[in-house]
């Protein structure tokens, strides 16, 4: 059916900025005139519900804005509308909408004829939004209302006009401690390993869909010594290795139980802006709630799901930079050709990273290159906490939106690889587990932060 031309107030398949005529994929013919009239007369009202109407095709055209969209919203959601493409039934409403306030305006001024109008305007729209009996009700509610009240809603839906605030992906934010987090915006992947892919585990198959429907903030970097520094001393905490007096560090070749080993004496060199290790799962935690409590902001560790989201960044391959473990020079602190002293005793040369990272233990963070989310060390440097209790294999862990692992367990997850992992073993799949009070000079932690809280 042929469109018919529609008055010049009238933004029906109309585009604003170009005034180009947009396709309409339904057409409506109906004579506007008395509408026009009564537009004239109705004035105030009518400049009101032009302004709701253009906040909705703001909404359509994805520009998008905070708060009252209540107002445009249970529109675009009703439930008889025909499922079509986005594009399509956006137009559609949008027809709909321009045409009831429209009468909106002019029967809360009084012109009762446009009743009649109403019936068979709406008639037209019937199959495709189930609405006419809907809005004759609130046509007539409407009906004698005055100007001014629908002035004043116009004026607040309009004083929400401002640039959208919503984080984006590359955005940051540094914190109370001075560590940088990134956004990490929501988005599915497949988590795990292919059956039968080369050097995959069997608690890494087979493969789930996982499907993220919230962004965070993560930290670029793992938790420093200097930050988890700041946060014991404010906090009077005394770590479980402190408490027992011992940890597991690096010692002949191999990692063993040393009595004094702490975050502060990892027995190897380190400096503030390393990542501190020899802390639990306990330690990382309280160091969430403690920084939470700070800034009246939410931290916590990463979920396992979150984790391997923002390690892949976009990827699907088994390491950020590709499937190859010889390409991966400058991405991360491994065991490479730099600690081959440390391993000869217990490895061949043949499976160590065949470059040199120029560090035999931990690095200070941020030395190497940055995934897509812009996180760096995903790969190497520290074995990361996660929030999860571990649960094997995968399919036996559900829901698949969000997931957050077993409610109880034994052992905690941990992820990443550390600066003493083989190719095999800091993979984006590679899955680690251990008990929650564990301690040892390869584990750190790096934290997210809640984004409703992020804005505070």
């Not at 391959?317 to 491994?334: F, I, K, L, M, S």
């Not at 036996?396 to 969000?402: A, F, G, I, N, R």
């Not at 367990?409 to 564990?438: E, H, M, Q, T």
Request: aromatic share 10%.
């Amino acid at each position: 059916m042929a469109e018919e031309n529609l008055s010049p107030r009238s933004t029906i398949g109309r585009n604003h900025s170009s005034g180009r005529s947009q396709p309409s994929h339904l057409a409506v013919r109906v004579d506007t005139s008395i509408a026009d009239a009564a537009i004239i007369d109705g004035g105030c009202l009518y400049s009101a519900a032009l302004a709701v109407r253009c906040r909705f095709r703001r909404y359509q055209d994805g520009r998008g804005y905070r708060g009252r969209q209540a107002l445009a919203a249970p529109w675009h959601r009703h439930r008889s509308i025909r499922r079509t493409g986005t594009a399509e039934r956006t137009d559609q409403i949008t027809e709909w909408l321009d045409l009831s306030f429209r009468l909106l305006a002019a029967c809360a001024h009084g012109t009762r004829p446009l009743n009649l109008l109403a019936e068979a305007s709406l008639g037209a729209i019937g199959s495709v939004v189930d609405v006419q009996s809907v809005v004759m009700r609130f046509l007539g509610a409407m009906t004698g209302i005055s100007s001014t009240l629908l002035v004043v809603v116009s004026l607040l839906v309009c004083a929400d006009d401002e640039p959208d605030h919503r984080p984006k992906r590359g955005d940051t934010l540094t914190n109370s401690l001075g560590m940088e987090l990134a956004y990490v915006p929501p988005g599915q992947f497949w988590m795990g390993s292919p059956a039968g892919a080369k050097m995959a585990r069997p608690d890494e198959i087979p493969p789930r869909c996982a499907r993220l429907t919230r962004g965070f903030y993560m930290s670029r970097t793992e938790v420093t010594r200097g930050q988890f520094t700041t946060f014991v001393q404010d906090a009077a905490w005394e770590t479980q290795a402190e408490r027992a007096g011992w940890a597991y560090a690096w010692k002949k070749g191999s990692f063993q139980l040393v009595y004094g080993a702490s975050f502060r004496n990892a027995g190897f060199p380190q400096d503030d802006d390393h990542p501190a290790v020899c802390v639990s799962w306990h330690d990382a935690k309280e160091f969430c709630l403690r920084l939470s409590h700070e800034e009246d902001r939410h931290y916590r560790l990463p979920t396992e799901a979150e984790w391997e989201y923002a390690c892949r960044a976009g990827t699907e391959t088994v390491y950020q930079w590709g499937d190859a473990p010889e390409d991966g020079a400058a991405w991360c602190n491994v065991a490479d050709l730099s600690a081959k002293k440390e391993f000869a005793a217990t490895v061949s040369p043949s499976v160590l990273f065949p470059w040199h990272d120029g560090y035999t233990f931990t690095a200070p963070v941020g030395q190497f290159r940055a995934n897509a989310f812009g996180l760096h060390d995903m790969h190497g440097n520290v074995l990361e906490f996660c929030s999860d209790w571990y649960a094997e294999p995968y399919r036996t862990v559900v829901p698949l939106v969000d997931p957050k692992g077993p409610s109880s367990g034994v052992f905690r997850v941990l992820r990443g690889g550390d600066w003493s992992s083989y190719p095999i073993g800091c993979r984006a799949a590679r899955r680690y587990r251990d008990k929650p009070n564990i301690r040892c000079s390869n584990l750190g932690f790096r934290v997210v932060l809640e984004l409703e809280q992020a804005a505070h």
